[in-house]
């Protein structure tokens, strides 16, 4: 059974670095295929694709957004973390880690976390 | 403005068969890639509903079915239900942006 969860601040302040973390279990980041992704949410708004890891350690970023990001992964523990800098109140969204199923290109999001909304704000 | 254009929304009364499209260009539906769908109930993370255009996830419902033509995708939700008011996303790839793309997102209610 595969999940994921987010973890990681709530309020962050406008120029602050964000930091999420994405613990997951079920499957692992050293087999072959799998990749975890990164997706936001503004309130009431669309989905948004950030980053996403395989892996092979391959990493891939928003175009429009990839000054700002950063994805590692800690297989030992599980974990795939984003970092986000110079966060502004304009990236106030609910943040969801996803892992990426190999079963189509391109690769659909088939567990997801619970999401964690934060916000931004002074 | 998503790459992806959904109409905001839908509706229906139960039992009744609804549409929703999502409409893209040459450089993502209509370069044939795969779409995907998400379903996402109130309040609620998405949920995978179809994948690669028209295959369903083990305990999907075969009410959801899913088509793609040139630059075009479609959801039919056939036989519309209380629960499947939500709001339903199609996601893809382009070529153009080197990377994922969503729709904006579709409201789905039962009347």
Known sequence: QITLKESGPTLVKPTQTLTLTCTFSGFSLIKS????????????????????????????YSPSLKNRLSITKDTSKNQVVLTMTNMDPADTATYYCAHQSDIAEPHPFDYWGQGLLVTVSS | QSVLTQPPSVSGAPGQRVTVSCTGSSSNIGADYDVHWYQQL????PKLLLFADSHRPSGVPDRFSGSKSGTSASLVIAGLQAEDEADYYCQSYDSSLSGVVFGGGTKVTVL
């Open chain 1, 33 to 60: 295929g799998v990749g975890v992704v990164w997706i936001r949410q503004p309130p009431g708004k669309a989905l948004e694709w950030l980053a996403f890891i395989y892996w092979g350690d391959n990493k891939h």
């Open chain 2, 42 to 45: 109130p309040g609620g993370a």
